[in-house]
């Protein structure tokens, strides 16, 4: 077969050669000293995991999964983000925000062009066996949702465009907290905005209008603000707050954990890991003495920048429910009941 004149190396196998094999910790120093990527504190990567760019930064606690590829020209992935099993994302630019999820068999390609980019959010998450094609820029915003199964593509071209059939080459744009659910076609031009929610099975082509709710092939607006989202008051949402704390409870007993009370803090103990809690509620004032390095702090109204200093100060961790944000890292107690409350989509952006 004759070559062609640019090479197309879809699966780079010198590549998956030479690094692939190789253990987590032999890959960060290769990739480091030897092809120059930035390589932060914490990454992981998995057996036949690879990243090959011309210009690689990883930040801190990325996690590459068994035999998945990431391939580009520019790639950055931001702190706490992952790329599951056997996931293959090859795209231009690749700009990955933090505490972003590609669940496994996710497949993100396509045909290249120089504008070819893909661009997701922190704290979104793309589940299993979704296809993306980012020949034209795909875009999607921070805290989305993709499902399984989901369908979005740039271009949409076979027949002869010199016999008049149609030819479509247009980017995606997904706005902030859009959700897909299972089996969403989102065809080549569209844009969703920001808190839209598309029903499953749906296929959607042109704009959707932010804060709606769009259903049908073609998927058309059947709720909108201020209708949509339905809005809690306080009392409601400190409500669904011990909900989720009393089935955040119950799922540590489940897994063979121990909860005791050590006013005011809650003491929760798992596998020899150990982590006070304090759970802030309304205008409870904040025991500053009894604080130590380690505990966490959850609060629902939100955290003046005067209490998260003093919190840094003493090494506590903290999750704001109220002003959606949280301490740049955690103990295992934190980061369990962040997960915890995600299943919720409650997501807490990290300090800087």
């Known amino acids: 077969m004759s070559a062609s004149l640019i090479p197309k190396d879809r699966i780079p196998?010198?590549?998956?050669?030479?690094?692939?094999?190789?253990?987590s910790p032999?890959?960060?120093l290769a990739y480091r000293w030897l092809l120059g990527y930035r390589i932060g504190k914490?990454?992981?990567?998995g057996f036949g995991g690879i990243v090959v760019g011309k210009s690689v930064d990883l930040g801190d606690h990325v996690e590459i999964g068994l035999l998945a590829i990431v391939q580009g020209r520019n790639i950055s992935i931001g702190r706490h983000s992952s790329v599951g099993t056997m996931s293959y994302v090859s795209c231009?630019?690749?700009r990955i925000g933090e505490d972003a999820k590609i669940r496994e068999q996710v497949y993100v390609g396509g045909p290249q062009l120089p504008e070819s980019r893909f661009e997701l959010g922190s704290r979104t998450i793309i589940l299993q066996l979704a296809f993306i094609n980012p020949t034209k820029p795909v875009v999607i915003g921070d805290d989305t949702g993709i499902g399984g199964h989901c369908l979005?593509?740039?271009h949409g071209v076979w027949l002869n465009a010199l016999d008049g059939?149609?030819?479509?080459?247009?980017?995606?744009t997904l706005g902030k907290s859009v959700w897909l659910p299972w089996r969403v076609f989102v065809m080549p031009g569209t844009t969703i905005g920001d808190g839209t929610v598309i029903g499953a099975n749906s296929l959607v082509s042109g704009n959707i209008p932010p804060s709606s709710l769009a259903v049908g092939s073609p998927a058309k607006v059947i709720r909108s603000a201020p209708d949509f989202p339905k809005q809690l008051n306080g009392e409601q949402r400190a409500a669904l707050v011990s909900q989720l704390m009393k089935e955040f409870d119950e799922f540590v007993r489940y897994h063979g954990g121990a909860i005791t009370e050590e006013p005011p803090f809650r003491r929760y103990?798992?596998?020899?890991?150990?982590g006070r809690l304090l759970w802030l509620r309304g205008a409870t004032p904040l025991p500053e003495p009894a604080l130590r390095r380690g505990d966490c702090v959850l609060a629902e109204s939100a955290l003046p920048e005067t209490v998260c200093e003093k919190l840094r100060a003493r090494g506590v961790d903290w999750l704001d429910l109220g002003g959606k944000s949280r301490s740049r890292d955690g103990s295992?107690?934190?980061?369990?009941?962040?997960l915890y409350l995600g299943r919720y989509g409650v997501r807490l952006a990290r300090e800087a």
């Open 13 to 23: 196998l010198r590549h998956l050669l030479v690094f692939g094999w190789l253990p």
């Open 165 to 172: 059939y149609p030819v479509n080459y247009e980017p995606v």
């Open 152 to 154: 979005i593509f740039t």
């Open 332 to 338: 295992p107690l934190t980061e369990e009941l962040a």
């Open 26 to 28: 032999l890959k960060r």
């Open 92 to 94: 231009e630019t690749i």
């Open 269 to 274: 103990r798992v596998a020899g890991k150990s």
């Open 42 to 45: 914490g990454v992981r990567f």
